[in-house]
């Protein structure tokens, strides 16, 4: 009978000292993942991020240049980030995409060269993935919130569910590997095909990952009492496999579970119900310079004026500090004086 085990509590990676210079916060994060959004604009309009119309975009001229994303990228890595991951909006309508990943593959800190990994739809992912394999892309997330045509075009607005399993089939075809599927749980929405798509990435050589829906919507529509949660995903995931949970999680978002022994696992990103904040590794850079701490941090640290008035890498680093020392013990989405971001996630960046 297939079950799962929840009475394993998944225990912290071993880790190794802070480098002279890391990123450490005042409650001893060691920060090593800096999450690099290029644009705020989307081929999709999910309806959990962005509105269909009337979205106020952010200005060109605004917009973080491939020269400048490079100057952050090698001051956070000489301060010990390891892994950029680009994301949006959707990256892969950043039209210098090839040459700011190679820019950034080439980019070494004190612990070597650091990783990229990108976050996307996937849409044209297929025409582009040899470039950005050779340019230095090392993994990549892929969203696929439905298997079913018209639930994917009534979620997103658009009808391009064939485009996403297009490169998803290209990019399981590629030797990125690990490949993990994103999806967000939604009630009434995808909750009756967890199953079916777990066996889908399966099918794919892929790790699924399940999201609770987080207060990130622009319209600010979020109900809590309305999510599927972690325990309910786990649950669907029972009927089908026994369920034991991966120990050594460490900084990850998602925590690992294996299905019937292995080696398959599948992935639960429980931000709301089970949150992560205190192993927390990641710091966030939006597309027109700011700097964030937390997904719903309500502080943002302008990094455009700096960059853009002749001022030293010093000031920039300076900045860098400055957003890891401000950054909280965690989110309180659960407290009743959390307030959500005034920025929906496609303007953060996933």
């Known amino acids: 009978m297939p079950a799962v085990n929840l009475s394993l509590t998944p225990r912290p990676a071993a880790v190794a000292a802070p480098?002279?210079?890391?990123?450490?916060?005042?409650?001893?994060?060691?920060?090593?993942d800096l999450r690099i959004s290029l644009t705020d604009r989307c081929s999709l309009r999910c309806t959990y991020c962005m509105p269909e119309q009337g979205n106020e975009w952010l200005a060109r001229n605004g917009i973080l240049t491939a020269d400048e994303i490079e100057r952050v990228a090698t001051i956070a890595a000489a301060a010990g980030i390891t892994t950029f991951r680009l994301t949006g909006g959707e990256p892969l309508l950043r039209t210098d995409l090839i040459d700011i990943v190679a820019r950034l593959a080439r980019i070494a800190g004190p612990a070597g060269p650091v990783e990229i990994a990108m976050t996307t739809n996937g849409i044209r992912l297929?025409?582009?993935?040899?470039?950005?394999?050779?340019?230095?892309?090392?993994?990549?997330?892929?969203?696929?919130?439905?298997?079913?045509?018209?639930?994917f075009h009534a979620l997103t607005r658009r009808d391009r569910l064939d485009?996403?399993?297009?490169?998803i089939a290209a990019a399981a075809a590629s030797g990125l590997r690990p490949l993990k599927l994103n999806a967000v749980a939604m009630r009434g929405v995808n909750d009756d095909e967890l199953v079916d798509l777990v066996e889908f990435a399966l099918?794919?050589?892929?790790?699924?990952?399940?999201?609770?829906?987080?207060?990130?919507?622009?319209?600010?529509?979020?109900?809590?009492?309305?999510?599927?949660?972690?325990?309910?995903?786990?649950?669907?995931?029972?009927?089908?496999?026994?369920?034991?949970?991966?120990?050594?999680?460490?900084?990850?978002?998602?925590?690992?579970f294996v299905l019937d022994g292995g080696p398959a696992t599948v992935g639960v990103i429980a931000s709301v119900t089970a949150p992560f904040c205190g192993d927390c590794d990641r710091l966030r850079l939006t597309a027109d310079g700011q700097l964030r701490n937390c997904l719903f941090s309500l502080d943002e640290y302008d990094l455009l004026p700096v960059l853009r008035s002749g001022q030293g890498d010093d000031a920039v680093e300076a900045i860098l500090r400055s957003c890891v020392h401000g950054k909280?013990?965690?989110?309180?989405?659960?407290?009743?004086?959390?307030?959500?971001?005034?920025?929906?996630?496609?303007?953060?960046?996933?």
């Open 19 to 32: 480098e002279e210079g890391a990123l450490v916060d005042r409650f001893g994060r060691v920060h090593r």
């Open 126 to 151: 297929g025409e582009k993935l040899p470039a950005l394999i050779d340019a230095g892309l090392s993994r990549l997330n892929i969203s696929i919130d439905t298997l079913d045509r018209e639930r």
């Open 163 to 167: 485009d996403v399993r297009a490169g």
């Open 203 to 256: 099918a794919h050589d892929a790790q699924m990952r399940f999201i609770e829906q987080m207060p990130l919507d622009a319209g600010h529509t979020w109900d809590r009492n309305t999510m599927v949660t972690r325990e309910e995903i786990l649950a669907a995931l029972a009927t089908r496999w026994d369920i034991e949970p991966v120990p050594a999680r460490g900084g990850a978002p998602a925590e690992r």
């Open 328 to 350: 909280l013990p965690g989110h309180a989405i659960d407290d009743p004086s959390f307030l959500q971001p005034a920025r929906g996630m496609n303007a953060i960046g996933g």
